[in-house]
């Protein structure tokens, strides 16, 4: 089991090693001028002169990787500014350095995924267990068409159409918009409660197909077939046998969505303008300003990494075999 | 549920596919899922015909050349966003420029954006894992190695993020990007990132199936390597690539959607869905009717589009159910 983590591990850092690289190449060797892209809208020959020398875009390109993987572990100075450890980069738009901006918005992003999946897991894990028992019948019939229509919704397009007639028309529900939990926690309920019902229905549905086929396969197992031979109730036989089975297939699920939530999480962000990271990525887009860019997509690719490891931990944890 | 007509000749075996398609015909589902799919190509592909018999461009701001059309603040007259038998969809808020046909040319540019992906991606995937299931050893870890890094990127930010940056190597910041090179640059990132998991998808299948007894007769018969990938592999592939390619068209249409939403993708005056939607996505409050006609075609197509995938996949495999 050690070895196994191990050799996953390192695997992982190598994997976000070469992304980072990969990520740091495309977005400061490509562009013309890094320097003016990182410069904003507004931008004097005199700040961009000076960016261009405190980001150090004047030297060799794999000096400033190193510089920059230097700055993630031990921190560097921009000019005068310390940027301390793990430093992203510093962004000149917002006079600010990037990994401080991101911990400011982290809590947005991090509300909208935990309200969000726990709505869906239960709303969709619920609904697919209850499809996969009533298979053929007629409310498996309603649930899987209920589901397709929801797979096939758009966040962009429900989530607004949601607002107009939820909060603007028939003010059912409070303005979506993220306020702190620790300064108004009624205020960041009622500002969520739309942003996670609007993702629940979109990605509950595929929950409920996922779980529904899940449970469907691990019915048909032996294990099931002499549990329920053994004379154990049904009720014990779905849920304590069956569902055990597919639960693992669930979880894997989970697991890879929420790896890329936090980037899918930018259009949901963009639609109930809550100010998370995927939507300091769009901001810094328009704003012009690479180091924040730079930034959120790495801390993205993180995120997605540190996720499937964790998959394939939990997994090595319930299966051995994997671990060979 | 398989109603099997009888043949006219029970005795002439029938192909796979023509056993396939005898399946499709019969899912009733499937067929009107797929009669919806071919009108919206049809739409697509007639769309200039179709607006000049309608007699009306997308381009054309009629709501600001004629008075009367728009009301001061710029929405359009008359109720559900001034449709009406001379507008038939209404009036874009502001430009006031038709959106029947900014709808139809919308799909011209969502399914040929999505179809050109999905050709590449399907391609060059089916490429990759071909190579990397049949050659095993190290060029099967090297390339898988590659797949993962490559799904190791948030992709929707990434294309964000990325997009402006391709254009400023090309285009320098006071110009406009002409649309050729807003498509391009689109079919390009969303390419980089979607051959990924067609690899992965069939490296298993071609993983699996390399060991079959069929493909150890074909290699001791002393067939070459191209000649098993073409005579042996590949025909027992057609279902996992038709199938990943059917349900990653409506994929790609609603991913390129989101990017023009986003502000990413297709700009003005490009008539796409993404991009009303965008539009639609600030004058909601006023005027709803523009939000509802993409976000309800978008989803129309994306639901038949689905229904479609699963009854060809039911049909190309019945087992699979």
Same mark, same amino acid.
């Given at each position: 089991?050690?070895?196994?983590?191990?050799?996953?591990?390192?695997?992982?850092?190598?994997?976000?090693?070469?992304?980072? !690289?990969?990520?740091?190449?495309?977005?400061?060797?490509?562009?013309?001028?890094?320097?003016?892209?990182?410069?904003?809208?507004?931008?004097?020959?005199?700040?961009?002169?000076?960016?261009?020398?405190?980001?150090?875009?004047?030297?060799?390109?794999?000096?400033?990787?190193?510089?920059?993987?230097?700055?993630?572990?031990?921190?560097?100075?921009?000019?005068?500014?310390?940027?301390? !450890?793990?430093?992203?980069?510093?962004?000149?738009?917002?006079?600010?350095?990037?990994?401080?901006?991101?911990?400011?918005?982290?809590?947005?992003?991090?509300?909208?995924?935990?309200?969000?999946?726990?709505?869906?897991?239960?709303?969709?894990?619920?609904?697919?267990?209850? !499809?996969?028992?009533?298979?053929?019948?007629?409310?498996?019939?309603?649930?899987?068409?209920?589901?397709?229509?929801?797979?096939?919704?758009?966040?962009?397009?429900?989530?607004?159409?949601?607002?107009?007639?939820?909060?603007?028309?028939?003010?059912?529900?409070?303005?979506?918009?993220?306020?702190?939990?620790?300064?108004?926690?009624?205020?960041?309920?009622?500002?969520?409660?739309?942003?996670?019902?609007?993702?629940?229905?979109?990605?509950?549905?595929?929950?409920?197909?996922?779980?529904?086929?899940?449970?469907?396969?691990?019915?048909?197992?032996?294990?099931?077939?002499?549990?329920?031979?053994?004379?154990?109730?049904?009720?014990?036989?779905?849920?304590?046998?069956?569902?055990?089975?597919?639960?693992?297939?669930?979880?894997?699920?989970?697991?890879?969505?929420?790896?890329?939530?936090?980037?899918?999480?930018?259009?949901?962000?963009?639609?109930?303008?809550?100010?998370?990271?995927?939507?300091?990525?769009?901001?810094?887009?328009?704003?012009?300003?690479?180091?924040?860019?730079?930034?959120?997509?790495?801390? !993205?690719?993180?995120?997605?990494?540190?996720?499937?490891?964790?998959?394939?931990?939990?997994?090595?944890?319930?299966?051995?075999?994997?671990?060979? | 549920?398989?109603?099997?007509?009888?043949?006219?000749?029970?005795?002439?075996?029938?192909?796979?596919?023509?056993?396939?398609?005898?399946?499709?015909?019969?899912?009733?589902?499937?067929?009107?899922?797929?009669?919806?799919?071919?009108?919206?190509?049809?739409?697509?592909?007639?769309? +200039?015909?179709?607006?000049?018999?309608?007699?009306?461009?997308? =381009?054309?701001?009629?709501?600001?050349?004629?008075?009367?059309?728009?009301?001061?603040?710029? =929405?359009?007259? #008359?109720?559900?966003?001034?449709?009406?038998?001379?507008?038939?969809?209404?009036?874009?808020?502001?430009?006031?420029?038709?959106?029947?046909?900014?709808?139809?040319?919308?799909?011209?540019?969502?399914?040929?954006?999505?179809?050109?992906?999905?050709?590449?991606?399907?391609?060059?995937?089916?490429?990759?894992?071909?190579?990397?299931? =049949?050659?095993?050893?190290?060029?099967?870890?090297?390339?898988?190695?590659?797949?993962?890094?490559?799904?190791?990127?948030?992709?929707?930010?990434?294309?964000?993020?990325?997009?402006?940056?391709?254009?400023?190597?090309?285009?320098?910041?006071?110009?406009?990007?002409?649309?050729?090179?807003?498509?391009?640059?689109?079919?390009?990132?969303?390419?980089?990132? #979607?051959?990924?998991?067609?690899?992965?998808?069939?490296?298993?299948?071609?993983?699996?199936?390399?060991?079959?007894?069929?493909?150890?007769?074909?290699?001791?018969?002393?067939?070459?390597?191209?000649?098993?990938?073409?005579?042996?592999?590949?025909?027992?592939?057609?279902?996992?690539?038709?199938?990943?390619?059917?349900?990653?068209?409506?994929? =790609?249409?609603?991913?390129?959607?989101?990017?023009?939403?986003?502000?990413?993708?297709?700009?003005?005056?490009?008539?796409?869905?993404?991009?009303?939607?965008?539009?639609?996505?600030?004058?909601?409050?006023?005027?709803?009717?523009?939000?509802?006609? +993409? #976000?309800?075609?978008?989803?129309?197509?994306?639901?038949?589009?689905?229904?479609? #995938?699963?009854?060809?996949?039911?049909?190309?495999?019945?087992?699979?159910?």
């Amino acid at each position: 089991m050690f070895g196994y983590i191990l050799r996953r591990g390192l695997g992982a850092v190598l994997i976000l090693l070469v992304v980072s !690289a990969v990520t740091f190449l495309l977005f400061y060797a490509l562009p013309a001028d890094p320097a003016r892209l990182s410069c904003g809208k507004t931008c004097t020959p005199q700040s961009l002169a000076q960016i261009r020398h405190s980001m150090g875009l004047d030297r060799p390109l794999a000096v400033q990787y190193w510089q920059f993987l230097h700055g993630v572990f031990a921190g560097r100075h921009f000019d005068a500014v310390w940027c301390a !450890a793990p430093c992203l980069g510093y962004s000149f738009v917002n006079q600010q350095s990037v990994s401080s901006t991101l911990a400011d918005r982290f809590p947005a992003t991090l509300s909208l995924a935990v309200g969000a999946s726990v709505l869906i897991l239960t709303v969709g894990v619920g609904f697919g267990i209850l !499809a996969a028992l009533r298979r053929g019948r007629a409310l498996d019939k309603q649930l899987t068409a209920v589901a397709l229509v929801g797979a096939s919704m758009q966040v962009y397009f429900l989530g607004i159409v949601a607002r107009y007639l939820l909060v603007d028309q028939f003010d059912l529900l409070p303005q979506p918009g993220y306020t702190g939990i620790t300064s108004d926690p009624g205020k960041w309920f009622g500002g969520m409660l739309l942003p996670w019902i609007t993702l629940a229905v979109v990605s509950a549905a595929t929950y409920v197909r996922f779980t529904r086929s899940a449970m469907i396969e691990a019915e048909s197992q032996e294990y099931v077939r002499t549990a329920r031979a053994q004379g154990l109730p049904p009720r014990v036989v779905h849920l304590r046998y069956a569902w055990r089975g597919a639960l693992t297939l669930v979880l894997t699920q989970f697991g890879l969505d929420l790896g890329v939530f936090l980037g899918s999480a930018v259009i949901t962000e963009t639609t109930f303008n809550i100010h998370g990271i995927a939507q300091l990525a769009v901001t810094s887009v328009t704003n012009l300003d690479l180091p924040m860019i730079t930034g959120t997509v790495l801390v !993205a690719a993180t995120f997605i990494v540190v996720c499937n490891t964790a998959v394939d931990f939990c997994y090595a944890l319930i299966d051995p075999r994997v671990r060979l | 549920m398989i109603r099997s007509r009888p043949s006219k000749d029970p005795t002439v075996p029938r192909t796979p596919a023509a056993l396939a398609w005898q399946r499709l015909r019969a899912d009733r589902t499937g067929m009107a899922a797929g009669v919806v799919v071919c009108a919206f190509f049809l739409l697509g592909l007639c769309a +200039p015909l179709i607006s000049a018999i309608y007699g009306k461009n997308p =381009y054309t701001t009629y709501g600001q050349n004629e008075p009367g059309l728009l009301d001061e603040f710029g =929405y359009p007259t #008359g109720s559900m966003g001034g449709i009406s038998g001379r507008f038939w969809l209404g009036l874009e808020p502001g430009l006031g420029r038709d959106v029947f046909t900014q709808l139809l040319y919308g799909i011209r540019t969502s399914l040929l954006i999505s179809a050109v992906v999905v050709l590449i991606v399907t391609v060059l995937g089916t490429a990759v894992g071909l190579i990397a299931g =049949y050659a095993g050893g190290w060029l099967d870890a090297g390339l898988g190695r590659i797949v993962d890094i490559a799904l190791s990127f948030p992709s929707t930010l990434f294309i964000i993020a990325f997009v402006p940056v391709v254009q400023s190597l090309f285009v320098s910041a006071d110009q406009q990007t002409p649309t050729w090179m807003r498509v391009t640059t689109l079919v390009v990132v969303l390419a980089a990132f #979607g051959w990924a998991p067609v690899a992965r998808l069939l490296r298993g299948q071609v993983v699996s199936l390399r060991t079959r007894e069929f493909v150890e007769a074909a290699r001791i018969g002393g067939a070459s390597p191209i000649r098993i990938v073409r005579r042996e592999l590949l025909p027992n592939l057609w279902t996992p690539i038709l199938v990943s390619a059917s349900l990653s068209v409506p994929v =790609y249409v609603t991913t390129e959607a989101a990017l023009s939403f986003l502000g990413a993708g297709i700009d003005e005056p490009t008539p796409d869905w993404g991009r009303m939607i965008h539009r639609g996505a600030e004058v909601y409050l006023s005027d709803i009717t523009y939000m509802l006609i +993409p #976000g309800v075609a978008i989803l129309i197509f994306v639901v038949a589009f689905n229904l479609l #995938g699963d009854s060809v996949r039911d049909a190309l495999s019945p087992s699979g159910r």
